[in-house]
């Protein structure tokens, strides 16, 4: 049965569409015709058999198997479609109109597959979760329409709605898989109301839940069953975090049973968000990276108790193949793209990709290989798909231009070879592999790691622990090292009584009409510059003749009005003004007033006794410059009570401590 499911993916891009086929060759579907025109979306139905794609004006249905043309539909401006399970029926759905009459629009609309009847048709606005939820052997479906669970049957849609349920407040809703379907209900926290999830029985809906939880922090959540539908994980999140420590909300995690006989909150041991998590396909094991990055990764048992710490790395991403043999960690988005595989018996690692600027990645159905994709419109460049052997090596690259989707073809688990005690090993790459290869495009250079970002002034030494990552034995918790406070700490040159931040004392920070400390200076002193010995002497000059004139106005010769101009035509100063000029009037009578001169202000500075002021400044200078040698041995002093390995030359310059200080006693510092 393996032969007659052959391995195949699916891509959709700005200028293409296609089929092609999987190890070894990797080459199109022969038969399938593309598009001339770039088509909206595409799916495979479940179980494989079916590959469909909607253009603007039509939606074709293929046999995936020899790409052979079953169903041809006339429906424009469909936005998105699913076939169900077995893929007897295809759901489609278009943006919501206004119509002429009046009516209602039903743009969500259920097909026959085999016959391309249109069987119901529904009003759904929201495309968020717009798709009916069927169970694995089609007998029942429902769909969330304001808070009330609708039941069908599609054996018979002309009967309607078969069984319903008001559940108020009710957000999201998920089927369970299996031959016993439940149906999981969120209901997210308003006006102080708690949040609350129940789980009823999907063939008595209208009992009491089976196993309901309420809690709070839950604005909106996402369900994931197992694939026995006998447990829900269930990740809640909030809009904003109270706690400002995180940008995205706070998260929360529960496993609920939908028997009722188990129920609890899942205990993270890091703080931080949960990234991501997944169920594997034994049922009974679920894995989840949570934490401030690098994240932590840990596997449960379906008791949650801890099966196997995978310590803490740079990763969002978990997934298991759907053997359940192996697992993928890996980090998207803004992190590097490395991938590190796993084995489940052995919880050894098996190899580690790096594939950087990945979007999508995904399992193929026998477990073996793994597709990843950089689309569009997340990254508009370098857009492809990659498929890597479990092993490690690159066997087949596809470039691109603005690629939006790629997918392999689903296939049962049933029709796959199962795995062997021993990992299978590598197939030879394909032709576009070698031919990349040789013309260099796969040739990556060899990169030196970067490792955390260290300040200036914290380079040129061993690292200091706090600018470790947690798997590099630096601190626990948040990656972010706190903040240091920028004002001078006493003792330290630079620091006055009352002084501000950039050492200006009493003050602002701006420095107007403050005295700054000067490290290494006698205390008293202030840096003096031209423009400031100017300021001085105008307000000298301007004081006298305030005080001179008692309110007139002295010299109106034209010097002080309008730079040189005549009377009554430049600007006066007043008594009040403040240096300012304001626009004269009338010609006021000349008034001669002889001004005293104003004496030359000169910056005290506190003379020292037996030096004159060029061998002040040299002393200044060497005192400033033997204290910041006491600081940086006072630095390393506290690197060596850390516990960090210090160098020759360090241990050496803390050697020189006592010279220092004795130096400084004769300069009487």
């Known amino acids: ?349 098996v190899t580690a990709i790096d594939a950087p600027n990945t979007s999508y990645c995904d399992w193929s159905p026998d477990g073996r290989f793994l597709l990843t994709a950089t689309l569009s419109p997340r990254l508009r460049v370098d857009n492809g798909v990659k498929i890597w052997h479990c092993a490690g090596p690159l066997v087949h690259v596809q470039l691109t231009e603005e690629l939006y989707d790629a997918r392999w073809r689903p296939t049962p688990v049933d029709n796959v070879p199962p795995f062997g005690t021993a990992l299978p090993t590598a197939p030879a790459p394909s032709a576009s592999v070698t031919q990349l290869e040789k013309n260099g495009a796969l040739k990556t250079a060899t990169l030196k790691p970067a490792g955390a970002y260290r300040p200036p002034g914290a380079r040129g030494g061993a690292t200091p622990s706090i600018f470790k990552r947690e798997d590099e034995g630096g601190p626990g918790g948040a990656a972010t090292p706190p903040r240091y406070n920028r004002s001078p700490v006493p003792g330290a040159p630079g620091y006055a009584p009352g002084a501000g931040q950039n050492g200006y004392a009493n003050g602002n920070g701006n420095g107007q009409g403050q005295r700054r400390a000067v490290p290494g200076a006698p205390p008293g002193t202030a840096p003096q510059n031209a423009d400031a010995q100017k300021n001085r002497k105008r307000k000298g000059k301007n004081a006298a003749g305030e005080d001179g004139a008692d309110g007139a106005v002295g010299d109106y010769d034209g010097r002080q009005q309008g730079r040189g101009g005549p009377p009554g035509q430049g600007q006066q100063r007043g008594p009040n003004t403040n240096g300012r000029r304001t626009n004269g009037g009338q010609t006021p009578p000349a008034v001669e007033v002889t001004a005293p001169v104003p004496e030359e202000v000169v910056p005290e500075t506190p003379a020292t006794p037996g030096l004159d002021g060029a061998a002040l400044d040299a002393v200044a200078k060497k005192v400033r410059n033997l204290n910041k040698k006491l600081k940086a041995i006072e630095e390393l002093k506290e690197k060596a009570k850390r516990g960090e390995r210090l160098e020759a030359t360090q241990l050496k310059k803390m050697e020189g401590e006592t010279d220092i200080r004795k130096e400084l006693a004769t300069l009487g510092a």
């Not at 200028?15 to 799916?43: C, E, H, I, Q, W």
């Not at 429906?75 to 295809?90: A, E, H, K, Q």
């Open 1 to 349: 049965m393996a032969s007659q499911i052959s391995q195949q993916y699916a891509y959709r891009a700005q200028k293409s569409l296609g089929l092609v086929n999987g190890t070894p060759n990797y080459t199109p579907v022969t038969g399938f015709a593309a598009p001339d025109v770039a088509a909206r979306s595409m799916a495979y139905s479940a179980d494989g058999r079916l590959f469909a794609y909607a253009l603007p004006t039509v939606v074709r249905i293929y046999q995936a198997e020899g790409a052979q043309l079953l169903q041809e539909l006339p429906l424009p401006n469909i936005v998105d479609f699913s076939f169900s399970p077995r893929g007897t029926y295809l759901s489609t759905w278009e943006r919501p109109a206004k119509l002429e009459d009046g009516a209602q629009h039903k743009n969500l609309r259920v097909f026959s597959v085999s016959t391309g009847a249109e069987l119901i048709a529904f009003t759904q606005k929201a495309l968020e979760s717009w798709d009916l939820q069927y169970t694995i052997s089609e007998s029942h479906a429902i769909r969330l329409v304001a808070g009330e669970i609708q039941v069908f049957r599609p054996a018979d849609w002309d009967r309607g709605i078969v069984d319903k349920l008001r559940v108020e407040g009710a957000t999201a809703v998920t089927l369970s898989p299996g031959l016993n379907p439940s149906v999981a209900v969120f209901v997210a926290e308003k006006k102080g109301a708690p949040a609350s999830i129940k789980i009823y029985g999907l063939s008595t809906l209208n009992s009491p839940p089976t196993c309901q939880k309420t809690f709070f922090k839950a604005d909106r959540a996402q369900m994931k069953w197992n694939t026995l539908g006998t447990q829900v994980l269930l990740l809640t999140q909030t809009e904003v975090d109270n706690s400002n420590k995180s940008y995205y909300g706070e998260t929360g995690m529960y496993l609920l049973s939908a028997g009722g006989n188990f129920d609890c909150r899942v205990t993270l041991d890091k703080e931080g968000p949960i990234h991501d998590f997944a169920w594997s396909p034994n049922s009974k094991e679920f894995g989840v990276v949570y934490g401030y990055m690098p994240a932590k990764t840990m596997l449960f048992d379906q008791r949650v108790r801890t099966l196997h710490d995978f310590g803490s790395s740079p990763c969002n991403f978990i997934s298991f193949n759907p053997q359940g043999r192996l697992i993928a960690l890996a980090g998207f988005g803004n992190l590097a793209g490395k991938i590190e595989i796993f084995d489940r018996r052995t919880l050894a690692k």
